[in-house]
């Protein structure tokens, strides 16, 4: 028998966030109609939720990405161009690849995962361990 049970999946990955699984609880408490939507809408929100922001400069290429709540841009710290994007990442289910793009700029479907080619098109904002990965820079200015 098998009982795959993906909460106790998603309890540890908010328990990492002790603020966020609060915030959850107060909303899920206080409207159960919105319990209703944000739960079924879960894999959307956690889409849409990151730790940090990320920033490719469209000039010189550097990559940089600052904690959430610090903005940066456009003005790029490397080459002082105002040439700094945000980027947002691209999820591949095959080999669970994030690859990273700005935000405006390639049109979603024409997107390929940076790592086995094959078409990426589920929007997901990098981590701060994707941007990372992906090479990017702690800045705060
Ligand atoms: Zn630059
Ligand atoms: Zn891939």
């Not at 049970?5 to 959850?24: E, G, H, N, Q």
């Not at 990320?54 to 105002?82: H, M, N, W």
Request: with cysteine; hydrophobic share 35%.
């Amino acid at each position: 028998m098998q009982t795959l049970d993906p909460s106790p999946a998603r309890l540890f990955r908010l328990s990492r966030f002790p603020a966020l699984l609060s915030a959850v609880r107060l909303l899920c408490f206080a409207a159960p109609i919105l319990l209703l939507l944000g739960c079924k809408k879960d894999v959307a929100a956690d889409a849409s939720d990151s730790d940090a922001n990320g920033y490719l400069c469209l000039k010189c290429d550097a990559k940089f990405y600052t904690d959430r709540s610090v903005f940066i841009g456009p003005k790029c710290p490397k080459c002082q161009e105002d040439t700094l994007v945000e980027v947002v990442g691209y999820y591949c289910e095959k080999d669970k690849h994030l690859t990273v793009r700005p935000r405006s700029g390639d049109r979603a479907g024409s997107l390929v995962c940076d790592q086995c080619k094959a078409p990426v098109s589920a929007m997901r904002l990098p981590r701060e361990d994707d941007l990372k990965a992906w090479g990017a820079t702690k800045t705060s200015s």
